[in-house]
T-cell receptor, first 115, second 114 residues
Framework: NAGVTQTPKFQVLKTGQSMTLQCAQD?????MYWYRQDPGMGLRLIYY???????DKGEVPNGYNVSRLNKREFSLRLESAAPSQTSVYFC??????????????FGDGTRLSIL | AQSVSQHNHHVILSEAASLELGCNYS??????LFWYVQYPGQHLQLLLK??????LVKGIKGFEAEFIKSKFSFNLRKPSVQWSDTAEYFC????????????FGAGTRLFVKA
């Protein structure tokens, strides 16, 4: 049981390049999330998808787009990478029962450097 | 705006010392509370959670946390730390009315000296 799988694990981009980070979960979870983790700032929510077919902005959505391709997959796209987007990106998923926040299961992260 | 505060950014302890990491949040309604741990080079893992009932919650690896509603706090404790507890610890809060969003604290880096 793989849980949450993210690809790639590492990536270096030049400013202005585009890239898509992939995420897939095999736990039949309804909700999926993308976070960025920066030193001293914890995890900040970029976008989330409460269920298949829906996506919503989180705390720091600017410069990103997402696609909930199906129940398993949730991708994050940087259309024109900027140095400020250098970070570690985590994908997570959770069951979503009623309106209560459930524990999230995290992937291993993608270390992204923008030069 | 809802926020989660972790008071200590870095903590250094010797093995067998007791640990308490502070966490306070700013939401006045019903919340679900979590502590996650991130070991070096690994992803976040759930350490323990509080949804309702007994405010003293026991998690994995000997950790426990106490929910004090009047203080809006959910502090993490362990009576005797081990070198293997070296990690970053995140407190997280999920407000009842915003169930799809979980707000994370900035994290506390714990280093345990052998």
């Amino acid at each position: 049981n793989a849980g949450v799988t993210q690809t790639p694990k590492f990536q270096v981009l030049k400013t202005g390049q585009s890239m898509t980070l992939q995420c897939a979960q095999d736990m039949n979870h309804n909700s999926m999330y993308w976070y960025r983790q920066d030193p001293g700032m914890g995890l900040r929510l970029i976008y989330y998808s409460a269920s298949e077919g829906t996506t919503d902005k989180g705390e720091v959505p600017n410069g990103y787009n997402v696609s909930r391709l199906n129940k398993r997959e949730f991708s994050l796209r940087l259309e024109s990478a900027a140095p400020s987007q250098t970070s570690v990106y985590f994908c997570a998923s959770s069951e979503q029962i009623h309106r209560l926040g459930q524990p999230q299961h995290f992937g291993d992260g993608t270390r992204l450097s923008i030069l | 705006a809802q926020s989660v505060s972790q008071h200590n950014h870095h903590v250094i302890l010797s093995e067998a010392a007791s640990l308490e990491l502070g966490c306070n949040y700013s939401y006045g309604g019903t919340v679900n509370l979590f502590w996650y741990v991130q070991y070096p080079g690994q992803h976040l893992q759930l350490l323990l959670k509080y949804f309702s009932g007994d405010p003293l919650v026991k998690g994995i690896k000997g950790f426990e946390a106490e929910f004090i509603k009047s203080k809006f706090s959910f502090n993490l404790r362990k009576p005797s730390v081990q070198w293997s507890d070296t990690a970053e610890y995140f407190c997280a809060v999920s407000p009842y009315t915003g169930g799809f969003k979980t707000i994370f604290g900035a994290g506390t880096r714990l280093f345990v000296k052998a």
